[in-house]
């Protein structure tokens, strides 16, 4: 699990300071994801507020979304159709709690998703 940068300090003039060249890099399961972080993080931002990432606490974050895309099983380098249709309005407490689930508890590869759809279905 690493955020690696990409540029060298002959071809980039921000040198360490460079967020353009960061790649997040990470190997799961004996296989090695590797994708430009501004290429994964800028198809899932919400509608009209898409821009490159503008700090290395921001590309950590991504990157933990990053991770818990490969967990769940998906290929990060394909953005989510919930990713394109973010606009969409959530009618009632059902429809809020199906998309924290679909879009929060999966992604995040919980071992414990069970006893999530557990609470949530109480809360339904």
Same mark, same amino acid.
């Given at each position: 699990?690493?955020?690696?940068?990409?540029?060298?300090?002959?071809?980039?003039?921000? #040198?360490?300071?460079?967020?353009?060249?960061?790649?997040?890099?990470?190997?799961?399961?004996?296989?090695?994801?590797?994708?430009p972080a501004n290429e994964f993080a800028? !198809?899932?931002?919400?509608?009209?507020?898409?821009?490159?990432?503008?700090?290395?606490?921001?590309?950590?974050?991504?990157?933990?979304?990053?991770? #818990?895309?490969?967990?769940? #099983?998906?290929? !990060?380098r394909r953005p989510t159709s919930r990713?394109?249709?973010?606009?969409?309005?959530?009618a009632n407490v059902s429809a809020f709690?199906?998309?924290?689930?679909?879009?929060?508890?999966? !992604?995040?590869?919980?071992?414990?998703?069970?006893?999530?759809?557990?609470?949530?279905?109480?809360?339904?």
């Amino acid at each position: 699990m690493t955020i690696r940068r990409r540029c060298s300090e002959r071809k980039c003039k921000d #040198g360490r300071r460079c967020l353009k060249h960061l790649v997040l890099d990470v190997m799961f399961r004996g296989k090695r994801h590797r994708i430009p972080a501004n290429e994964f993080a800028i !198809p899932r931002m919400e509608p009209g507020r898409q821009r490159p990432i503008q700090s290395m606490e921001e590309a950590r974050d991504w990157e933990r979304r990053f991770i #818990g895309e490969i967990k769940a #099983g998906r290929d !990060p380098r394909r953005p989510t159709s919930r990713a394109m249709q973010a606009g969409a309005e959530l009618a009632n407490v059902s429809a809020f709690l199906d998309a924290y689930m679909d879009r929060l508890v999966k !992604p995040s590869g919980l071992r414990s998703i069970a006893t999530v759809r557990s609470q949530i279905s109480v809360l339904k």
